[in-house]
């Protein structure tokens, strides 16, 4: 049994005391102080795990006014606050140990676009390409780019002044602002923008706390421009917080505050809106992926490349390129990218092809001329090739995560810059160093602006190994400085604000913490980042802040490895991915909540492990007596906190759809974790009576089938299924298939499936043989669907043979019941193994489960015996393909694709495509999120809101779109039944399709 787990960090008080006096007040967000939700919050992408005392999610500009007049308040003026976007951030910068301010949840509408004037107005919440997806129909963008674009905020992209692929022509974030609404800590509401020195001068003599701003601010600057035209570096990768050098433009004339506003880092004020310049997309574009056979050919040959003025010149090291081969995206990019060495990409765009064609044969021609070291180019043919070469590109970080061993490349020097004429010497020397240490490490990056990404391969759960971040720091500052570069070129100073005083100098030093000063002069906005105010006793923050290998380590090194994805975890956020037809994690999709997301259930997850360990308990896997659990369970009821509690509230919410198995770059598997949570969780807690139902629902439903009339009435009736969603808390139970399958295939003549007779088929005959596997779903619940199964592959000349029916235990699992389902895997794999002797091929019809046999089998039999090969249909039919006849259809049909299907086996949709175009016949595939029904989790009522918004999100809103139904093919169980459920009809399976043509 599990023990009862109290976290060790309680709320302060005052903290607790704000919180719910925040409550009371006109605060139209939400106000979170459980552990839960401050463990998510207190990691990013970094090495750090810094926990706050709360967080709160504004809904609006007035939400925060409200925040900040009640925190000036006397008993809470030593509450400080910490804004936090997307949590991309790669080194801390919005970790704090007060009050996390996320506008990520609620912030993130569009509010107005001016395409006359050429700019958009958007609240800081906004995802990048939430915006550019909004835009892009109109021929603009927001031209700054990042890497993880799919989930960093404009917010976070504001306040680390980001800049990334394109930057040598786009610049940085704070070029494209036009303005900045933003409040200061003590609840003072302003607007920047560019102004004259006259609108300057009107504003400083108007007073208050802004004027007043302005005021010193201007002073300031006059004061010390010599100083800062000194000291600044003329590097286009420069400032990341208080861009002193550019608040004056050049000729002295005009004034912009958002400048220091931008990479500012939340210190100085919390922006809630920003009004954005937009930037025509270009007309044309081309990508040349060039092969080199090592990485400083590649450095080199981009220096060469700078003088074709190209828009972007990438590098990606061997590295990251043989990560790539286990990841998704390996297959779009594999015939671009070759099998050895690495690559650069190099973009180039105009405003027609006859602006850049010239560049590119000029390059193409030089490498025809044999240069050294290049093994070879390819130039993309389409924008969806140039569009999967950048998004191996974008995956670059989150892939080195997936590193096999217990050392992950991490980021602390990742994103030095120095001159581009220098970067060849200065990585040069950067590797002699990390030789030193005998470290391996993987790089990519912006060669083009001399910005590169490196990161180390470290465990930091070796105290031996934390230690190198510092020793390592230390001497690449040294190292960039020697090169007139500096040590943050792209994501912040956070952590690394220690170093400030290094490049800056005293005396620039202290003009930083002047304008700290200015601003907030009680240093409450993310203290501690970039510099201190004057006069402050509080210190800058330390690289050496508490880690999450700090608390990793005092885990079990055993569990680590059976928990290895949770661990491995990196937090590059890809399951914050914006996108509603992606199809990561549709239950942080659709609630933004982090605690439901695999990043946060992972978090959940590592603490519970660490708590379980520094209990001291031995921990036995076998359930109490039902008397203590049922005593444990009435103390829950009453309101008894238990950690455990929580992590179950996460895992509860996880629909086990497993996208995040293969979507995930670390492949962190949350449907593998929650089983074993739920099943050790229950040692101490008792089982709702539906979880036991849910379990054996593949024996329940071959007993309905028995007699399925009298199980439709007994299911089916209102008042049955009133009581099955007031005590068993299942809505819409599935209708039992009347005639059943055991009457369809006796109408078929269909024998009863012999071993013994199947042994002595002769091999001619086996050859033209099927074994062809039930599932409780489609043989109990869509029986008509086995039936057009069996006679197309009849049709198609193979005798098909269906053995009964066996459950596959996949409730089981989903549902924690660990021991009953090894017991079923063991005894199915006993039966498979003889079905396998047969040398007939093996068939399943749905996904789900031919899947469950593929990968939940070998893992809980610990891979021993070695599985018979189960295939999915069109598997079957690619193999086979010459027996597919040619048909004819007035209309495309458009495939939409089971979520688990479509990750675990990415040809899948492929190959119906291709079974379809073999036959004459057009199929599309639809990109699309999760149904929402998954299985189990759409039949339990708490989840039934959820199930229809996830629905609605991506199928509904796509299914609308198509006038006739019977253009839909649907390949999983559940998928169907959410389309009966939410869209009133059933559409076809591809087979169904194709069976109806023949």
Wanted: one cysteine or more.
């Amino acid at each position: 049994m599990i023990p009862n787990l109290q976290p060790e960090n309680t709320i302060n008080p005052d903290y607790w005391g704000f919180l719910n006096q925040l409550e009371k007040t006109d605060f139209s967000g939400e106000v979170k102080g459980d552990f839960a939700t401050r463990l998510v919050t207190a990691t990013d992408n970094s090495i750090y795990q810094i926990l706050p005392q709360g967080v709160v999610y504004p809904r609006n500009h007035h939400d925060l006014v409200i925040l900040f007049k009640l925190a000036s308040q006397t008993p809470y003026q030593n509450i400080t606050f910490s804004p936090r976007g997307g949590g991309t951030g790669t080194n801390g910068q919005s970790l704090s140990r007060g009050i996390i301010i996320d506008c990520s949840k609620f912030m993130n509408n569009i509010l107005e676009l001016n395409l006359e004037e050429g700019w958009v107005r958007v609240q800081p919440g906004v995802v990048l390409d939430q915006l550019n997806s909004c835009l892009q129909p109109h021929g603009v963008f927001f031209a700054p780019s990042v890497a993880p674009s799919n989930r960093a905020t404009i917010g976070g992209m504001i306040n680390t002044d980001a800049c990334g692929k394109g930057s040598r022509i786009y610049g940085r974030t704070s070029q494209h602002i036009l303005e900045l609404t933003w409040v200061l800590p003590d609840g003072t509401e302003s607007l920047s923008f560019p102004m004259d020195t006259i609108a300057l001068n009107r504003l400083k003599k108007q007073g208050g706390r802004v004027g007043n701003i302005y005021n010193c601010l201007d002073n300031l600057l006059t004061d010390n421009q010599d100083k800062i035209n000194q000291v600044f570096p003329q590097l286009t990768r420069f400032m990341t917080g208080y861009n002193l050098a550019k608040v004056y433009s050049e000729d002295k004339q005009t004034f912009n505050l958002n400048y220091l506003l931008a990479g500012a880092e939340g210190t100085l004020g919390i922006i809630t809106e920003a009004k954005l310049k937009l930037t025509p997309i270009p007309q044309a574009k081309k990508l040349l992926v060039i092969h080199y056979e090592s990485f400083n050919y590649a450095l080199e040959g981009a220096m060469d490349l700078l003088a074709s003025e190209p828009g972007a010149i990438e590098t990606i090291d061997e590295t990251i390129l043989n990560l790539a081969k286990q990841d998704e995206i390996y297959d779009a990019v594999k015939d671009f990218i070759p099998s050895s060495g690495t690559i650069n990409l190099v973009e180039f765009v105009g405003e027609s092809e006859a602006d850049i064609q010239p560049k590119i044969d000029s390059i193409i021609a030089k490498l025809k001329g044999g240069n050294q070291g290049i093994s070879g180019y390819y130039l993309a043919r389409d924008n969806q090739e140039i569009i999967n070469l950048w998004k191996l590109r974008s995956k670059g970080a989150g892939l080195l995560g997936n590193q096999r061993g217990n050392r992950k490349p991490i980021p602390f020097i990742e994103d030095t810059v120095v001159p581009p004429v220098h970067l060849a010497k200065y990585i040069g020397e950067l590797r002699g160093l990390l030789a030193e240490y005998h470290l391996i490490y993987g790089m990519y990056g912006h060669v083009d602006v001399g910005c590169l990404h490196l990161r180390p391969a470290l465990d930091l759960k070796i105290p031996a190994d934390a230690e190198l971040v510092r020793k390592l720091s230390d001497r690449v500052v040294a190292l960039v400085r020697k090169y007139g570069g500096v040590f943050w070129g792209e994501h912040g100073k956070g952590f690394r604000s220690e170093y400030t005083r290094e490049f800056l100098g005293d005396e620039l030093y202290q003009v930083f913490r002047e304008v700290k000063t200015i601003f907030d002069p009680q240093n409450r906005l993310n203290p501690g980042k970039i510099v201190t105010p004057i006069d402050s006793l509080d210190t800058v923050v330390k690289l050496d802040s508490p880690m999450r290998g700090e608390f990793d380590r005092q885990v079990n090194p055993s569990k680590i490895s059976e928990y290895e994805g949770a661990f491995n975890c990196n937090g590059n956020g890809a399951c914050f991915n914006f996108d509603p037809d992606d199809v990561m994690c549709p239950s942080y999709r659709v609630t933004r909540d982090r605690i439901h997301s695999p990043k946060g259930r992972s978090s959940l997850l590592r603490e519970w492990l660490r708590l379980l360990e520094n209990h001291g308990d031995e921990i036995t896997e076998t359930p109490t007596t039902l008397i203590m659990r049922l005593w444990n369970t009435l103390k829950q009821w009453r309101g008894d906190y238990d950690y455990s509690q929580e992590v179950y509230g996460a895992m509860n919410g996880c629909l086990s759809c497993k996208a995040c198995a293969s979507q995930c770059p670390i492949h962190v598997n949350i449907p593998d974790i929650k089983s074993k949570f739920l099943y050790l969780y229950h040692t101490r807690y008792l089982r709702p009576f539906r979880d036991y139902l849910i379990a054996h629902i593949e024996t329940l439903s071959k007993w309905q089938s028995v007699h399925p009339i009298i199980a439709h009435i007994l299911s089916q009736n209102p008042l049955s299924k009133a009581a099955t969603k007031t005590l068993l808390n299942i809505v819409d139970p599935p209708v039992v298939s009347h005639p059943t399958l055991k009457e369809g295939l006796r109408t078929r003549h269909h024998p009863k499936f012999n071993l013994d007779r199947l042994q002595n088929l002769s091999g001619s005959e086996k050859e033209c043989s099927v074994i062809l596997l039930q599932d409780a779903f489609t043989s109990f619940y869509e029986s008509s669907l086995v039936l057009a199964i069996y006679d197309f592959l009849h049709k198609l000349g193979y005798n098909v043979y269906i053995p009964d029916f066996f459950p596959s235990g996949k409730p089981t699992h989903v549902k924690g019941f660990l021991r009953e389902f090894k017991a079923i895997a063991s005894q199915n794999c006993e039966w498979l193994q003889q079905l396998k002797s047969l040398e007939i091929p093996l068939i399943g019809i749905e996904p789900s489960i031919v899947l469950t046999y593929r990968d939940e089998y070998p893992k809980i039999l610990n891979f021993s015996p070695a599985l018979p090969t189960i295939d999915l249909l069109q598997e079957f039919l690619s193999q086979n393909s010459d027996r597919l006849p040619k048909l004819s259809a007035s209309q495309p049909y458009f495939l939409f694709g089971h979520c688990q299907e479509k990750t675990a086996v990415l040809t899948s949709q492929k190959q119906w495509q291709q079974l379809f175009t073999t036959m004459g016949l057009e199929l599309n595939i639809v990109n699309t999120s999760c149904c929402g029904m998954a299985g189990i989790y759409g039949h339990e009522a708490e989840h039934y809101q959820q199930s229809q918004d996830i629905y609605n999100s991506s199928w509904g809103r796509i299914i609308s779109t198509i006038d006739n139904p019977n253009q839909i093919l649907v390949t999983g169980y559940s998928c169907r039944s959410q389309i009966h459920r939410f869209s009133h009809f059933t559409p076809n399976h591809p087979i169904q399709a194709l069976l109806k043509l023949l």
